[in-house]
Structure formats: structure tokens, C-alpha cells
């Protein structure tokens, strides 16, 4: 049986912008929880949650960490997030297993980017949220100033729960206590009645009588409102997500940390509180209900690929996970054995006998499983909903450094894939580069130096190259003949073409030869030289599209002529005839649609009018995202590849896009001229 059942269990996950203690406070938890012997510092590369190489050389937090703890018989599972833009995909994982989300605000800074574009997933996700503000030690925190702030930004919803007082004293409204602390976190408390913080007593009794109608009685007949009746409330309220209890302190000093932990385990949801749990059947979403007994299912929300082998870290989303079971992966039907299975405390495993529902849990040495999968014992066919990922637009060219090390570069990103699904590699076999896709270029800088350390692969990064076209405006006659004479049989083929724009996509080849000047039996010769040739056009050896060739005369040799003679000699009429039917050159151009807050959406049609020869088509209210507005535009592609980065810039994070190439369009004059140019110099280096 579980050490812990599941309503002593309870899922957090850290969120906030980057910088506003997100690892300290997890540290602090760990800390007054005995579960660590020393207070870590993100500044020293000492704390349990900030663990992998790079973040230690860092600084700061990339990935997504789990860190457990026992509080009052309890315990609680920390999913310490990362707060930069480039790593939102790490977000999006703790979002979908977490039962709740704390968000840390910076008590001088306030509400941050990086905290809006988190409320906002966790908004969308439905999961329950808390603030805690942070750093309230600073001379120039502001705790009136950030609360009015979470207000206007959040709603009705925010409630304070520990308030400041004089000295760095914290007064808890829950308790009615005033806590005061010593150098080493430790508190001392004393009672204080509602009168001394009338200022926020009433706003926090008027939401909890948002929630319990015998409450909303007392509230008004003026009677007293009990602890217990209290935390009922507020767990409720903060379910529901009619309360968003905001907590105060500081994680470095252990201030307000014992009492947000309390608040965890008396009024934070325990895993199956909701009842049900979101899944795909059948290719239809529903719900199934959440069982704590009998057979487990587990959801696989990510995987870790590292020098120290492969690690899956899992939900068990019903039932009970006993240490040997052998579940089935729904989505690849092969059967894993789970011979042991650990809790995670940053890099450190320990080996439990079993998991309760709800319980988060590692495995290793799951070959078949990866991230998103379903394992499960029971006999229906499902799986739990995926994670859904951002999708990566900012994308660099990479190349090894020493010759021959292709393979072991693509093995060292095929694991980086693996455990990383922001990522994206692309062998692109038309612009010869190996493309690496990310969020930003923090992200890929991050990834490639996580290869040179796994793999010994140093990489040169350069500027993917567009993926052009020609084609030709002009109709024009031509002629090719191919004649070899050598001792036996020669080779000889003649034809006469006309060559046009055509209308499809790719070569439309017809014959009007009268007379048998062209023996039938040549023509696909003649096509097949004509598709080979147009893989490499007249004017910067891009391929050619949009042709149309007619062969409508020639001759040939009862004995020298032969297929591969033919072959040559449409190749030898589409040199001679390309160049005179005003070839030109095409550049993909994609459809563009651009999320931005409505103060952002001047600043970003300017950009695209002005600097990146852009289309704006039209723009309207972006669904379900009050105050934005989605641009629609057309862009080349050529203009893209900085876009995700300036995005972030003039709209301060909040903006988003996707983009699609849609069609080719004719380069303009000049920028053409440049093209082709930097195209025959590279063709001559490579010669």
C-alpha cells in the first residue's frame, strides 16, 4: 500500500516570471520541511530544484522539476517551473498534472510578463491559483501596490490571506495571528483581532461569503466566522476558482513560507477532487471518473534523456501503482514492467513501494515509452489528454564542426527531441542544412550546449537558407540535339520545344510531333531529361516550376538513336531555351497570423509593412482572449527568421503567432539580384 493515499497528496506547480523566486521559494518549502539540511541560492548553483548542468552554469531554471516534501503528515509534490519565454513548454507539462498553481509576484516589480502569459494557460487549463508575493524584505516592496495590481489585472478573485505588518511581522487572516521572524525564519506568533486589519478582514470575509451561503448569513448578521469554517470555504472558493488567496513573505528569510505550506494541505485540492480526469476515446474527448482502488493508469508527462540513461516521469491518474506491475502502453501496445519505481527530490531518487492516484512518481529504463503516452491495466482502449505544445518558429542551420560527425549529431538531438517537445530538427534535403527549430534563441543555445556536453558534438550555427524557385514569364521555341560518334554505335536525339508558364505545379509535358519526326517511344525519354533538368534552374540553380514543354518536332537515327540520347537532348533544348523566357525567381510566402495585445497591433503592422515587405489582410478580436487582436498578413519567408524574437520585443512577451507557407510569389528586382548573386558564389565554393 501507498505511503501516502491520496487525499494526502497534493500537486503543485510553481509559476511566475522569471527572477521572482520561484526555485527560492521551493527551496524555503524544502528547507522548514527538513527535507534538505541547508537553504540553497539559485545565485550559487546550490538548490535541489535548479539541478541540471545548465542550470547550474546558468543561473536560473530551463527545465521542469519535481521536488517532494512532507508537511503535516502530507505530502506535497513541487513542480518547480522555469520563467522564461523560451521554456514555456515547460509550463504547459506541470499545468496538465498539477491540482494547483502557485504564482510568486516580485513585491517591489509586481505583476511581470512572464506571470500574465502563466495566468493565462492556467486560466485555460482550469487549474485552481494562489500568489504568492515575494521578496517583501526588498526596502521598496510595495504590498499595497502589487495587490491593487493583481486585482486590476486578474479580477475579483484575488484575496489576501497574510497581510504585512510593521517589521517584517505577517499577519495571517486565517488564523488571526501576527507572526514575527528571527534571523533564521524561526516565528514567534500573537493574536490580533479583526479590527487591526479592517482594511483587508472585510474583503476577505466577503469572499469567502462568495462561496458558503451560511457564511455570506454570518457575514452580514455580523456573527463570527470560525477557522474551520474558514479553510472549508476558502478550498472550495479556491477550486472553483472564486478565490485566489494571495499569501506574503519572503523565501530567502523563511518568512510566510510555514504558513502558505499550511494553507497547502488544509485548503489546496488533493488529486481526485475534481472527480473526473480528461481522456480521448474513440477520437472523441470525454471524461472518465477517477477510481483511488484497483487497477492503475498512468499518464507519462515527461522524459528525461541524459548521460545517466532515460527517466519517465508519470501521474497515476487512477488506481494504485504497486512496484512491479506491468502496465500497457495504449499508444504504442507494447507491455512495460515496472520493476521499481522512485519519488524525485531534484536529481535524487528514492525507491517507494507503491504510489497512490494522484501521486507523481519516476521510472526508468521504459524503452518503448515516451512523453504523453497513457500505460495502463485496465481493459479499455484510452488516452488521457495529451500535453499540447507551442509550437517552435525560431530555427538556425547547425552543422558539426569536425567532418564526419553528422550521424553522432542527429543521435545526440534525436535525444534532446526525446525529452525536449519544443524542439524540431529538419534534414532538409533541397537546401542541404540540418535546421534546428526552437522558442528563441536562448532555447537552441541551451540545446546545442547541452549537446556539446552530452554527445562531444560542437556545433556551428549559421542562417537557414530559403528554399527558392524559378520559373519562366515567357513562351519560347528551342532546340536541342544531342550527336556522339564513337567507334560502334553513336548516340544521337533531336527535339523541338516549346517551352511556357504552365499551370501546375511541376512539369505539364505534351507532344504535337506529326509524321513520326520523334518516335513515340522517345517521349518519356524526353520527359524524364526534362524532369531531371528542372531540378536545377538557369539563374540560381533553384528548382523550376510552372513549366510547360511541348515537343513538337525533331529527328533521330534508326541506329544511333536510344532513350538516353533523347534524355540529353531535352536537357541541351531546356539550357538554350530557359534563359531567353524571362526566368524568374519565386521565394515562398506564408500566411501569417499574429496574437498581440491591442496596444502592440501598430507597432506590429509597422513591422510588417515596413521592414518585412508584409500584407496586413485584415485584423479582428482574437477569440477568448479579451483585449488582444489577431493580425492577419502574408510574409515571405525570407523576413521570418528573426520574427519570434522581435515578436517578443515590441509586444514585451505577450504576443504570439503561427505561420504557414501557403505559395510562391516572384522576389522583387533588386532583392532578387542579391540572391542569385550570393547563390553562384556559394555553388562556386562548392565546386
Known amino acids: 500500500m501507498a505511503a501516502f493515499t491520496t487525499t494526502k497528496v497534493r500537486n503543485v506547480c510553481l509559476l511566475g516570471h522569471g527572477g521572482s523566486g520561484k526555485t527560492s521559494l521551493a527551496e524555503a518549502m524544502l528547507y522548514m520541511a527538513k527535507a534538505t539540511d541547508r537553504l540553497g541560492r539559485p545565485a550559487d548553483g546550490n538548490t535541489v530544484c535548479d539541478c541540471d548542468p545548465e542550470e547550474i552554469k546558468r543561473k536560473f531554471s530551463i527545465n521542469l522539476t519535481l521536488a517532494n516534501l512532507v508537511w503535516r503528515d502530507t505530502k506535497i509534490n513541487i513542480l518547480d517551473t522555469p520563467g522564461f519565454l523560451d521554456f514555456e513548454g515547460e509550463v504547459d507539462t506541470a499545468l496538465r498534472v498539477c491540482g494547483s498553481a502557485i504564482f510568486t509576484v516580485d513585491a517591489k516589480a509586481g505583476v511581470e510578463v512572464g506571470t500574465e502569459i502563466s495566468w493565462e494557460k492556467a486560466v485555460r487549463c482550469g487549474v485552481p491559483k494562489a500568489v504568492f508575493i515575494n521578496k517583501y524584505d526588498d526596502p521598496e516592496a510595495n504590498y499595497h501596490r502589487v495587490i491593487d495590481d493583481l486585482s486590476a489585472k486578474f479580477g475579483t478573485s484575488i484575496c489576501p490571506l497574510m497581510v504585512p505588518a510593521e517589521n517584517g511581522a505577517l499577519i495571517s487572516l486565517v488564523e488571526m495571528k501576527k507572526y514575527t521572524y528571527d534571523k533564521n525564519g524561526n516565528r514567534s506568533e500573537t493574536p490580533v483581532t479583526p479590527d487591526e486589519v479592517a482594511e483587508y478582514t472585510e474583503k476577505f470575509y466577503e469572499a469567502l461569503a462568495m462561496v458558503d451561503d451560511e457564511i455570506m448569513m454570518k457575514f452580514f448578521d455580523g456573527e463570527e466566522i470560525t477557522r474551520e469554517e474558514a479553510v472549508n470555504a476558502l478550498q472550495s472558493g479556491i477550486i472553483s476558482g472564486v478565490i485566489t488567496p494571495v499569501y506574503c513573505g519572503s523565501a530567502t528569510n523563511l518568512w510566510g513560507v510555514v504558513a502558505l505550506m499550511d494553507s497547502i494541505v488544509d485548503s489546496f485540492p488533493y488529486p481526485d477532487k475534481k472527480k473526473v480526469e480528461k481522456i480521448v476515446k474513440d477520437g472523441e474527448e470525454t471524461t472518465m471518473p477517477i477510481v483511488r482502488e484497483g487497477a492503475p493508469s498512468l499518464f507519462v508527462f515527461k522524459t528525461l534523456s541524459d548521460q545517466f540513461g532515460r527517466t519517465s516521469y508519470f501521474k497515476v491518474m487512477s488506481g494504485e501503482l504497486v512496484a512491479g506491475a506491468t502496465l500497457k502502453n495504449v499508444n504504442t501496445g507494447v507491455s512495460e514492467k515496472f520493476g521499481h519505481i522512485y519519488t524525485l527530490r531534484g536529481r535524487k531518487q528514492t525507491e517507494v513501494d507503491a504510489l497512490a492516484c494522484g501521486d507523481i512518481g519516476v521510472a526508468v529504463k521504459l524503452t518503448n515509452t515516451n512523453t504523453n503516452d497513457t500505460l495502463t491495466a485496465l481493459p479499455e482502449t484510452f488516452n488521457f489528454t495529451p500535453i499540447v505544445y507551442p509550437e517552435p518558429y525560431y530555427t538556425m542551420a547547425v552543422a558539426p564542426k569536425t567532418k564526419g560527425e553528422e550521424d553522432k549529431l542527429a543521435l545526440g538531438i534525436a535525444k534532446l527531441l526525446d525529452e525536449d517537445k519544443t524542439l524540431r530538427f529538419e534534414n532538409n534535403a533541397e537546401t542541404r542544412q540540418l535546421l534546428l527549430s526552437g522558442m528563441g534563441d536562448m532555447h537552441l543555445d541551451v540545446a546545442l550546449s547541452r549537446l556539446k556536453a552530452r554527445s562531444g558534438v560542437q556545433v556551428e550555427v549559421s542562417e537557414p537558407r530559403i528554399a527558392y524557385r524559378e520559373t519562366i514569364r515567357k513562351k519560347v521555341q528551342c532546340e536541342g540535339k544531342h550527336k556522339k560518334q564513337s ?160 515578436l517578443r520585443a515590441m509586444t514585451q512577451g505577450k504576443g504570439s503567432f503561427t505561420y504557414r507557407v501557403v505559395r510562391y510569389d516572384e522576389v522583387p528586382g533588386m532583392i532578387a539580384t542579391k540572391v542569385i548573386a550570393e547563390a553562384k558564389a556559394r555553388a562556386a565554393e562548392e565546386d
Request: net charge negative; glycine share 14%.
Open 487 to 646: 567507334g560502334g554505335h553513336g548516340q544521337y536525339g533531336h527535339v523541338k520545344m516549346t517551352f511556357g508558364p504552365g499551370e501546375a505545379e511541376g512539369l505539364t509535358f505534351t507532344t504535337s510531333v506529326v509524321g513520326g519526326a520523334v518516335p513515340k517511344n522517345y517521349f518519356p525519354a524526353v520527359e524524364k531529361g526534362l524532369l531531371e533538368a528542372m531540378q536545377k534552374g538557369v539563374l540560381a540553380g533553384y528548382p523550376v516550376v510552372n513549366l510547360a514543354a511541348d515537343l513538337y518536332d525533331g529527328s533521330y537515327h534508326e541506329v544511333d538513336s536510344n532513350e538516353l540520347s533523347f534524355k540529353m537532348a531535352a536537357s541541351l533544348a531546356y539550357k538554350e531555351g530557359l534563359p531567353k523566357a524571362n526566368p524568374v525567381l519565386l521565394e515562398p510566402v506564408g500566411e501569417l497570423k499574429v496574437t498581440v495585445p491591442e496596444g502592440a497591433s501598430g507597432s506590429v503592422m509597422g513591422d510588417l509593412n515596413g521592414k518585412r515587405r508584409g500584407s496586413v489582410l485584415g485584423m479582428n478580436p482574437a477569440a477568448g482572449r479579451p483585449g488582444y487582436t489577431t493580425i492577419d498578413a502574408e510574409v515571405p519567408k525570407a523576413e521570418m527568421a528573426d520574427y519570434a524574437i522581435a
